[in-house]
């Protein structure tokens, strides 16, 4: 899982660093004071004052519109980002954080006072995790490689045409998927100020083309994500899981369209977990929700019903947050956090066909 994480992050890196080679370049620094949310009764307890602090830098540049969704999402800024994170609790320890992010602004993205938010998915490297004979406190991070899904709301002046400054606040999620357990993961709200550094902004230039008539339409695909998952501490086992999807796509506008899949899962964990070895290892689902289109990529947030769940060893609701790459009009990939309430069930690493 390590290999294909680090493979899948390289892969991430070369995609966009070499779309970012072609437009304006910006780079800059921030400083992030954040603190751990209470969503489990040891940071209630033993973490009471673990208090994450950090830094970041971040490589982005402005999209010029040459691409049709560039103009739809108002010249948003892509890029990739590198975060170094204390925890402010020795048996937390620190964390280095890579990741790509869309940012989009709210209004005209040339105003001296301007604002915007980003979605970022990433990976975590952690130097402390769970061991149950050195850290056994530490029960929210077991694996030195995690997911991370970040997002922001920040405030930006242009103090020149070369430097601006922004300060907003930061979301950050930390969660391996259960792969590993335990793992109730992190939420970190974090306030951030920071500024920008422009080499060459005399060398931009926007494309202002109108956008095409857009043409409601509903398209439909078949997806297979096999993931990997963890039952409990005390079993060192891991088990096999997929999910197989067939969903119908509403296009509504240019940026949004609704997403609606008929599930079936099959968790091999199942019969361990209920103690009965003759357990139904499969469940059936509808999810419903919405999917954010940025050309090539998407985001999809979707909220899930077991209509079949024989053996009741989970929530009837489930729900995912995931990203998509089309290589092609039809073919695509990409990964998705599935999680009943707060708890993490399993990434699903995917592989599709678009009819």
Do not use: C
């Amino acid at each position: 899982m390590k290999k294909i994480v680090s493979i899948l992050l390289l892969l991430m890196v070369v995609l966009t660093t070499s779309s970012l080679a072609q437009r304006q370049k910006s780079f800059g620094l921030a400083y992030r004071n954040g603190w751990l949310l209470k969503h489990h009764e040891e940071l209630r307890t033993a973490f009471v004052d673990a208090h994450p602090v950090g830094f970041e830098f971040t490589y982005l540049s402005k999209t010029t519109g040459d691409d049709e969704w560039e103009r739809v999402w108002n010249y948003p800024d892509i890029g990739i980002s590198l975060a170094y994170l204390n925890y402010g609790d020795s048996r937390l320890g620190q964390a280095l954080v890579t990741s790509f992010f869309i940012q989009k602004y709210i209004g005209n993205p040339d105003n001296r006072l301007r604002f915007s938010f980003k979605i970022a998915p990433g990976v975590s490297f952690s130097d402390e995790k769970y061991d149950p004979e050195t850290n056994p406190e530490n029960t929210f991070i077991s694996t030195t490689i995690n997911g991370v899904m970040e997002g922001n709301f920040l405030a930006h002046y242009q103090l020149t045409p070369h430097m601006a400054v922004n300060g907003g606040i930061v979301f950050t999620h930390y969660s391996n998927g259960a792969v590993q357990v335990p793992n109730s993961g992190f939420n970190i709200p974090s306030l951030t100020v920071g500024m920008l550094y422009t080499p060459n902004p005399d060398q931009y230039k926007r494309n202002t083309d109108p956008v095409g008539a857009f043409q409601r339409r509903t398209r439909f695909s078949v997806q297979f994500a096999p993931s990997v998952k963890a039952y409990n501490e005390e079993d060192p086992k891991k088990y096999f899981a997929f999910t197989a999807s067939v969903n119908a796509i509403r296009y509504l506008n240019h940026k949004v369209a609704l997403n609606g899949s008929a599930d079936v899962f099959y968790n091999s964990s199942i019969p361990d977990r209920t103690g009965d070895p003759g357990a139904n290892r499969f469940r059936l689902g509808l999810a419903l929700g919405p999917e954010l289109t940025t050309g090539p990529n998407s985001v999809v947030f979707q909220l899930g019903y077991y209509v079949y769940r024989p053996e009741e060893v989970d929530k009837s609701f489930y729900w995912r947050i995931g990203i998509k790459h089309h290589f092609t009009d039809h073919f695509f990939t990409g990964f998705a956090l599935k999680a009943h309430l707060g708890k993490a069930d399993v990434i699903e690493w995917g592989v599709g066909y678009r009819l």
